[in-house]
């Protein structure tokens, strides 16, 4: 069973760049044909999908975040990464990494973690 | 991309069915049959009960059951049961190859 886990700080700055993680233990990001995708939830408000990476580096992103996010694959550390420029107060949300088993359907979870973007 | 429309609340009594819509576009919902469903409690990660708009994954139970019509798909849950009481998102893939999520509904049981 996959299982995925999102670590990265806190608490960041208005203007400054979210940097978060996604470590995957139990199978490699590099077996199958999956997409790993970030989402993300303000306290209570739905769901945002963030974006999503191949394992080949092919990238989605949601148009409205599309000229503030990076996501990144590392292989060997078996990660991925989510990086979102220039974040205001409404960035802050829990942050969720996940594995696409099927199209845009997540199929495994990170237990997620809350960002808040604050001086 | 606009976020899919769902019903904000839904409720309904131990033992009945109810059913949660989501609708979308000829360029999400109604375009692909590519549209998942999830459960998700206060404070826990959302959990996947039916992909690919009716295909349920290994462990959830066949009270839960997916269907599409144009742009609107749906959830029913038959034979309510406590536990069925979350919040429940509908998402689908869209003509410009990314994702896009419902609005969210409030499952009660009365």
């Known amino acids: 069973q996959v299982q995925l886990q999102e670590s990265g700080p806190g608490l960041v700055k208005p203007s400054q760049t979210l940097s978060l993680t996604c470590t995957v233990s139990?199978?490699?990001?590099?077996?199958?044909?999956?997409?790993w995708s970030w989402i993300r939830q303000p306290a209570g408000k739905g769901l945002e999908w963030i974006g999503r990476?191949?394992?080949?580096?092919?990238?989605n992103y949601n148009p409205s975040l599309k000229s503030r996010v990076t996501i990144s694959v590392d292989m060997s550390k078996n990660q991925f990464s989510l990086r979102l420029s220039s974040v205001i107060a409404a960035d802050t949300a829990v942050y969720y990494c996940?594995?696409?088993?099927?199209?845009?359907?997540?199929?495994?979870w990170g237990q997620g973690t809350l960002v808040i973007v604050s001086s | 991309q606009s976020a899919l429309t769902q019903p904000a609340s839904v409720s309904g009594s131990p033992g009945q069915s109810i059913t949660i819509s989501c609708t979308g576009t000829?360029?999400?919902?109604?375009?692909?049959?590519?549209v998942s469903w999830y459960q998700q409690y206060p404070g826990k990660a959302p959990k996947l009960m039916i992909y690919?708009?009716?295909n349920r994954p290994s462990g959830v139970s066949n009270r839960f059951s997916g269907s599409k019509s144009g742009n609107t798909a749906s959830l029913t849950i038959s034979g309510l049961q406590a536990e069925d009481e979350a919040d429940y998102y509908c998402?689908?893939?869209?003509?410009?190859?990314?994702?896009?999520f419902g609005t969210g509904t409030k499952v009660t049981v009365l």
């Open positions: 690919d708009v009716s």
């Open positions: 998402s689908s893939y869209t003509s410009s190859s990314t994702g896009v």
């Open positions: 990476i191949y394992t080949s580096g092919s990238t």
């Open positions: 996940a594995r696409e088993g099927g199209a845009i359907a997540f199929d495994q």
């Open positions: 000829s360029s999400d919902v109604g375009g692909y049959n590519y």
């Open positions: 139990g199978g490699s990001i590099n077996s199958g044909s999956f997409y």
